[in-house]
């Protein structure tokens, strides 16, 4: 690939004008997939100015993945509020796995709930489509149209002599498909990034090697229509009597998705003519091996049938040359057994965009993007061997694991340990922790909490907090009982997260606040403490690209927790009567503190990324402990 300093672009095709005006965008998004997509409507949230193109004529129809994540759901939830819902509206809760061997059944798993620390308990069974459509509708409703049957023909990081680099693409439009006559274009952007699948042409085009390895099982997958006698209800995973693994999914509008093994791909096989000459009958051949000989099984409505081979890949790199960027499929491929591939993909997104908006309104320097490489490199590795983990329990390893499985199946209903071991806690993907780096700080001086979900680089805990109902002081006198049930709404923390691109200061006031004869003195020493930093760093680090005087350009929210006895007069403080997000006093009845291993009697101030892992935390809530949390913030922002 070769590089200029000139206007002129090396890269322009035979039979293209010269002259070809080039047209200038902060960020080109290379695929309309739910990872692009997510990209797109996360940057423009942040005013941030995109391009979406996407080679198809419209989003896929066709839905590989199926399942949303805990972890997901929450970044999702982030955005603004109601978001969520909207998603949330278009699937349906997943509750029980049906174990089956043969035709037939041998017990009902539930999904394993994870304790109350995510409100997302169960996943969100929705197909890829439908959640591609949600983000497109928001993308649009903000003015930024997908740019349909628009492809990637070429692209460079032009390093220009003594200015910044940036990135000149040549994309394409078929305009008259009866003669193949195109339309060309040229863009220049400060950043592209490649969410163009597990074939991206721009990881092809910048030469970023994708190693790993191409399983030999085979695999037939099937949407439609089915007269069966199994009773199908949300999820079967099926041990077949011919050793064989099959699973069998509702899907909407009465579909159901099948995925049966078959026999492994031999030396000589061709997969492009295996679909080709694949058959409704050779779907229905190879699930009736699976099944006891009485069962019925008909396929009556064909809408999607192919046969695929599992890649396990992952990029080398995520960056090239700072300005191309890959996520989801482009960066990772992998089985998608434990439901991890999308999801991974989303949460790319989510690392990305903020810290791109950070770079693009001259918040950070660019090498702050190496870190969007060093945390998520490992995360696909992480979802790499989980899925191989996965897979390899559900594949057919011969009639020795075969009998070992039926026994399992037969005792199960027995053994409560079967939970665990058929939904690992990892699936929700809730313990992902990042390392040290320029972001996630341990304090220089402070030792680290030993639970690692304490510690920086891990997910924000979520939990239950009160949100206090503002009482006057005139009316705090006819209180007699204070009750938090009733004095307040119960919330997640996660619920008080919401903004795209947000730095959120918790300040865990631990008991310094419980005593009423010492509240107000305290609150107001702790309130004046907290806008003097807040106000410094209001003005020093802000967004200032905007979308339309629409974007809020705040780069802090930051709201206060109180913990132990609850009296009426916190009804009628000032914090309470704050705005959420600029100072709002929540109340902690419920050990949030120790979940954040914060002790009551100290208290601290925890940083939390915008993409809700910790970023740097410090004990105490003093003049010392806020000029920490500003030297924290000075070590990352310009």
């Known amino acids: 690939m070769s590089t200029s300093n000139s206007s002129s672009y090396s890269i322009s095709p035979p039979n293209v004008d010269p002259s070809t005006p080039v047209q200038e965008i902060p960020v080109l998004i290379v695929g309309a997939g739910p990872v692009g997509l997510f990209e797109a409507v996360l940057l423009t949230k942040m005013g941030i100015r995109v391009r979406i193109i996407e080679r198809e004529p419209q989003i896929a129809p066709m839905s590989r993945a199926l399942g949303t994540q805990a972890r997901s759901l929450e970044i999702l939830s982030m955005v603004e509020e109601g978001f969520i819902d909207k998603i949330l509206a278009q699937g349906r809760r997943l509750q029980i796995v049906n174990l089956y061997y043969g035709s037939r059944p041998m017990c009902a798993m539930p999904y394993a709930r994870h304790g109350g620390t995510t409100r997302f308990e169960k996943p969100l069974f929705m197909e890829q489509e439908k959640l591609s459509k949600v983000l497109a509708k928001e993308l649009e409703g903000m003015g930024v149209k997908i740019e349909f049957g628009w492809e990637l023909v070429d692209t460079e990081v032009v390093e220009s002599v003594g200015n910044e680099s940036y990135v000149k693409t040549m994309i394409r439009q078929t305009v008259k498909p009866e003669n193949g006559e195109r339309e060309h274009q040229v863009i220049r952007s400060e950043f592209l990034v490649a969410a163009d699948g597990g074939r991206s042409t721009v990881r092809h085009k910048v030469n970023i090697p994708f190693p790993g390895k191409t399983l030999s099982n085979k695999n037939i997958m099937f949407d439609g229509i089915i007269d069966t006698d199994l009773e199908l209800k949300d999820i079967i995973a099926l041990t077949g009597v011919n050793y064989k693994t099959m699973f069998i999914m509702r899907m909407s509008d009465s579909n159901h998705r099948i995925v049966v093994e078959v026999d492994d791909f031999g030396p000589d096989d061709d997969l492009d003519q295996i679909n080709r000459d694949l058959t409704v009958a050779d779907l229905e051949r190879y699930v009736k091996a699976c099944l006891h000989p009485e069962t019925k099984f008909k396929v009556i409505e064909n809408h999607w049938l192919i046969c695929y081979r599992v890649n396990e890949r992952r990029a080398e790199n995520y960056i090239h040359k700072d300005r191309i960027l890959l996520a989801g499929d482009a960066a990772h491929v992998h089985s998608p057994a434990g439901g ?299």
Do not use: C
């Open 340 to 638: 991890q591939g999308m999801n991974t993909g989303l949460q790319d997104s989510y690392n990305l965009a903020w810290k791109l908006a950070l770079v693009i309104n001259k918040l950070a320097p660019i090498s702050l993007l190496q870190t969007y490489h060093d945390e998520r490199l490992p995360m696909a590795e992480r979802a790499i061997a989980l899925s191989s983990k996965l897979l390899d329990r559900a594949r057919d390893q011969g009639p020795v694991f075969h009998y070992i499985k039926r026994f399992f199946l037969t005792v199960s209903p027995l053994l409560m340990f079967m939970k665990s071991l058929f939904f690992p806690r990892e699936n929700a993907m809730l313990g992902i922790r990042y390392p040290a780096n320029s972001i996630n700080q341990p304090h220089k001086t402070q030792p680290q909490p030993k639970d690692s979900a304490h510690q920086v680089g891990a997910r924000a805990p979520d939990g239950p907090i009160i949100r206090l109902t503002p009482v006057s002081s005139e009316d705090v006198s006819t209180i007699d009982r204070i009750d938090t049930s009733t004095e307040g709404q119960q919330v997640h923390v996660q619920e008080i997260l919401l903004g795209v691109g947000k730095f959120h200061v918790l300040v865990f006031a631990g008991d310094s606040l419980a005593d009423p004869t010492s509240f107000q003195e305290r609150e107001k020493e702790l309130a004046n403490r907290a806008e003097e930093h807040l106000s410094q760093w209001r003005s020093r680090w802000h967004y200032t690209i905007s979308r339309d005087n629409k974007t809020d350009n705040q780069l802090f929210k930051f709201n206060v927790i109180g913990a132990g006895k609850l009296h009426k007069v916190h009804l009628s403080g000032s914090l309470v009567q704050r705005a959420q997000g600029n100072g709002r006093l929540f109340w902690d009845s419920a050990e949030f503190h120790g979940l954040y291993g914060v002790p009551q009697a100290k208290g601290a101030i925890v940083v939390i990324r915008p993409d809700s892992q910790i970023a740097y935390r410090v004990e105490g809530h003093g003049k010392e402990a806020w000029a920490d949390v500003t030297e924290y913030f000075e070590s990352i922002l310009t």
